[in-house]
């Protein structure tokens, strides 16, 4: 039987175990030998590839990150590395694969084609949710929940001493988490790259809601403005109140992936190795406006992300 193989790269997102369960049953139904390669691209040089049994798969699709884990291999930039890794593949009669991860991680493997004439199908998996042509990144909604519990529970505390809060989110460059967050949670700040914010008309919003009762404040700031700091300082200067900053980190790419998150890992991975099967090459696999497709790998690597317009008209207002 024709291998095709599954791997995670890049950062780990809930979402991952699901996709890679639904990649090998699928890929098993439609005639296929499923394979697993571990630690991402480092396996992939190192040869750390396995057939996937049929336990291989068991009691994944609960768990946080990836049980392939990932790496991010310098390595792989290398031609004799790469030459490597296809050699790999063909050892185990892989000739087809199905990569869960960034944008990064699709450049990788595109290069990987341009060599070897290797098809593999993407499925978008970052909590950043920023991948160009895709409204939906496998992660994204538990880490919203992870979000949420933890400023549901900050703001307990924020009432109890009437306490101003300022929570950092993840998201490199993107504002989404924070956006998103912000909306759902009822913060008065938003601090994003996307948006301009007047610190001015901020305070005098505030001092007015303060004067007529207000307590306590949620400001969520995007860990890519680099400003939490700064705003925590800010409102203790400039509202008179005990400001404290809670960085999330690491946090919020952990869980239990929610039913969102388990339901489109299964669409995603159906729709990649679907992809395949039709003898497409390059292909990342998107979510657009409701309705699942693909795009060629140049039309997502090639373009500029841009957040949902709708969501930052709704923050606009905690910005001024």
């Known amino acids: 039987m024709e291998g095709i193989a ?3 790269s890049g950062g780990d997102a809930a979402g991952m175990n699901p996709a890679v369960k639904c990649t090998v049953e699928h890929s098993r139904s439609l005639g296929y030998e499923p394979y697993l390669i571990y630690d991402g691209l480092r396996g992939l040089i190192d040869n750390n590839i396995e057939k996937a049994g049929n336990r291989s798969t068991s009691g994944i699709i609960n768990r946080g990150g990836t049980v392939l884990r ?7 930039f290398k031609y004799e590395s790469r030459k490597q890794a296809y050699e790999n593949l063909q050892s185990h009669g892989i000739n087809k694969l ?11 493997l595109n290069q990987f084609y341009s060599d070897f004439k290797v098809p593999f199908a993407g499925i978008p998996a970052t909590i950043d949710n920023d991948i160009p042509g895709t409204d939906y990144c496998l992660g994204v909604d538990t880490a919203l929940n ?5 400023v549901d529970s900050i703001r307990d505390t924020a009432n109890s001493f009437s306490r101003a809060f300022v929570v950092e989110t993840m998201g490199r460059d993107c504002g989404y988490l924070a956006m998103a967050s912000a909306v759902t949670c009822g913060a008065e700040i938003c601090i994003v790259p996307e948006l301009d914010y007047d610190l001015d008309k901020i ?6 809601q303060l004067e007529e009762g207000r307590n306590f404040l949620i400001a969520i700031v995007a860990e890519g403005t680099g400003m939490s700091d700064y705003i925590t300082r800010w409102v203790g200067d400039n509202l008179k109140m005990d400001a404290r900053l809670t960085i999330l980190g690491h946090i919020q790419r952990g869980g239990s992936p929610t039913v969102r998150d388990r339901l489109m890992a299964f669409k995603f991975a159906v729709a990649a190795v679907e992809s395949l099967h039709r003898g497409e090459t390059c292909n990342i696999m998107v979510y657009r406006s409701g309705n699942f497709g693909t795009l060629p790998i140049h039309k997502v690597t090639d373009t ?3 957040v949902d317009p709708s969501l930052i008209e709704l923050c606009k207002p ?3």
Do not use: K, N, Q
């Open 98 to 108: 199905v990569v869960i991860g960034g944008d990064g991680s699709f450049r990788a």
């Open 70 to 76: 990932s790496t991010r291999s310098e390595r792989f």
């Open 203 to 208: 305070g005098e919003r505030l001092r007015i």
């Open 318 to 320: 905690l910005c001024r």
């Open 304 to 306: 500029a992300h841009t």
């Open 146 to 150: 992870m979000i949420r519990s933890s």
């Open 6 to 8: 599954v791997m995670t």
